[in-house]
């Protein structure tokens, strides 16, 4: 249950009280009164189990070895970035920082949720994967193209229950309206794949990311929408003037002048 998933509602009530008491001046409906009460002893009741719940996470992650170097924080999060509706009441930003030594969500599309998910789901120890394209198979986010006779007759991914993958296509999704590489990168894909397979793809490339991360220790650094446009451009370019070549011809480029 969300944690903001009924509070909104209540807070318009403004004749209702948390003791039962309700204001004598309007004309309620006695059972929808008594509905109203039964849910917002529900609510109350999962949202102390919800705070049950942070305090035993927040005491198990306080007896995990500190990975990260002794005094060192991590970098302010990314504006626009929300941590969602069922994130901890603690610092649990931090504290996957300390433990891992590194931030994943400095990674477009990666929230603090559903870096804790990776983590609880794989681990920090990445050696248990040779390569980043072994892990990526492990999750099911590679192709597993089924051959017979030569022929491929079904194309594909595994199908793989894995909370892992899961949380790596709902990062993939969120990047619809990301102004970063990712950002452009999903949005090529899924104009020329469709979303699904965009999905997928962009999946894929989060966990190799995320695996170098955590096995190098490396930091992720945004080129920005703008270096993957050009970048993109360029291999369009490289492509045509490789067919131009095979075909005896070649392609002169011409700057054309900016729109005013």
Not at 30 to 40: A, S
Not at 60 to 84: F, I, V
């Amino acid at each position: 249950m969300a944690r903001e998933g009924y509070r909104w509602w209540f807070c318009k009530c403004n004749d209702f009280n948390l003791h039962g008491a309700f204001s004598r001046d309007r004309n309620w409906r006695p059972e929808l009164l008594f509905v109203l009460r039964k849910q917002m002893q529900t609510y109350i009741a999962y949202q102390k189990r919800i705070e049950e719940c942070d305090e035993a996470l927040a005491a198990h992650l306080r007896t995990m070895e500190d990975q990260a170097e002794s005094g060192s924080k991590p970098q302010t999060p990314k504006a626009g970035k929300r941590a969602g509706g069922n994130a901890p009441q603690f610092n649990l930003r931090g504290e996957l920082y300390r433990i891992s030594g590194i931030d994943l969500t400095r990674i477009d599309g990666i929230n603090v949720m559903i870096a804790q998910t990776v983590v609880a789901e794989v681990g920090l120890d990445m050696s248990k994967w040779t390569t980043e394209a072994h892990f990526a198979s492990w999750l099911g986010l590679c192709p597993n193209n089924k051959i017979t006779g030569g022929k491929v007759y079904h194309r594909g991914t595994r199908h793989v229950e894995n909370r892992a993958a899961t949380a790596f296509r709902m990062a993939a999704t969120s990047l619809w309206r990301s102004k970063t590489y990712l950002g452009a990168k999903f949005k090529r894909l899924r104009a020329h794949l469709g979303a699904p397979k965009a999905i997928t793809a962009m999946a894929h490339t989060l966990a190799r990311l995320v695996y170098r991360m955590l096995k190098h220790g490396q930091d992720y650094v945004d080129k920005g929408m703008e270096f993957y446009q050009q970048r993109y451009q360029q291999q369009q370019i490289n492509w045509m003037q490789k067919m131009a070549k095979d075909l005896g011809l070649v392609i002169t480029l011409i700057a054309t002048p900016a729109a005013k």
